[in-house]
């Protein structure tokens, strides 16, 4: 069975903190997408990787970073966090067939 | 960018009736996935298909390439298939991108 974990299922920081959100899969797979979702936008891609150290621009990456140090692991960074950032974050990783989607974390920026 | 729209975007039926939620979209694609998502819930997929149909049980998508449009059904609904359903096709290429309709929220009362 694939599984995609995120390390939080709920988070509340304060503005201007660093926010690290984790996100693991333990299905080899080379390709991991980080995504936000808000109500009335869907799903939005903030970043994507695919594979270790490569990594691309989404649709939102603005106040946003990644990093993927390890296959099996995506960690998306929001350097200064802000109350826009307020959001459910997913992560994703794929086989050619499949996308898998983690829990998600609700991030709420105070 | 792929513009993709869902219709209805909200849809009410009774237990037992026949459903189904379309999705266009305007750019050419190599694939199409449809996910869905449980209130509070994480994201599932149901299928992916490149073309003609596939059919999951009660559920039964399809695909016509050439008009960039896909539908799927549900057969005799039922309360627990009230969720949001969404609509992903692929662009191509092997990073598996996707880009996302908005949802169709479904309720299915008893």
């Known amino acids: 069975d694939v599984k995609v974990t995120q390390s939080s299922r709920y988070l509340v920081k304060r503005t201007g903190e660093k926010v690290f959100l984790e996100c693991v899969q333990d299905?080899?797979?080379?390709?991991m997408f980080w995504y936000r979702q808000d109500p009335g936008l869907g799903l939005r891609l903030i970043y994507f990787?695919?594979?270790?150290?490569?990594?691309e621009k989404g649709d939102i990456p603005e106040g946003y970073s990644v990093s993927r140090e390890k296959k099996e692991r995506f960690s998306l960074i929001l350097e200064s966090a802000s109350t826009n950032q307020t959001s459910m974050y997913l992560c994703?990783?794929?086989?050619?067939?499949?996308?898998?989607f983690g829990p998600g974390t609700r991030l709420t920026v105070t | 960018k792929n513009e993709v729209e869902q219709s209805p975007q909200n849809l009410t039926a009774q237990e037992g009736e026949f459903i189904t939620i379309n999705c266009s979209y305007s750019?050419?694609?190599?694939?199409l996935h449809w996910l869905q998502q449980h209130p509070g819930g994480g994201i599932v997929s149901l299928f992916m298909?490149?073309?003609g149909k596939k059919k999951h049980g009660r559920l039964i998508a399809t695909i016509n390439i050439q008009e960039k449009h896909s539908s799927l059904h549900i057969t005799a609904s039922h309360p627990r298939d009230s969720a949001v359903y969404i609509c992903?096709?692929?662009?191509?290429?092997?990073?598996?991108?996707?880009?996302f309709g908005k949802g169709t929220l479904l309720t299915v009362n008893p």
């Open positions: 994703a990783s794929t086989s050619s067939y499949e996308q898998y």
């Open positions: 299905m080899d797979h080379e390709n």
């Open positions: 990787s695919y594979d270790v150290k490569m990594k």
């Open positions: 750019v050419g694609i190599s694939a």
């Open positions: 298909l490149s073309s």
């Open positions: 992903a096709p692929n662009s191509g290429g092997s990073n598996y991108k996707l880009t």
